[in-house]
């Protein structure tokens, strides 16, 4: 499973044009430790999982997908982050945070 994770981890920090140094920042890990998440050789922490879905703007299951159609449906819809400051991704993280609060809420809501 955790090579499976790893390849997820890359290909979706790689399509969103991402540096293993930039998103290991906004982490707040060592790129190495980065590294070894993406080629499977140490299991990604859950709390590491959640905030990558949040950077990347996907949901977490998507780390763990095998069918590969269904892993490229996920990414044509996440948000393209190139080129921004880790502040700047961390801003992004924290809005959709913000966002997936209100839309849980509209559900609830929904279905009174």
Known sequence: MKQIVGRNL????E???LTQAQVAEFLGVERGTLSNYEL?????PYHVLEKLAD???VDG??????DESRRKESLACAFRIADLSVADLKAVSA???VVKSYLKMCTIEAEK
């Open 55 to 57: 950077l990347y703007g």
């Open 95 to 97: 809005f959709k945070d």
């Open 40 to 44: 499977g050789a140490r299991e990604a």
């Open 10 to 13: 890359k290909e979706i920090r």
């Open 15 to 17: 399509a969103n044009r």
């Open 61 to 66: 299951n998507v780390f763990f997908e095998t």
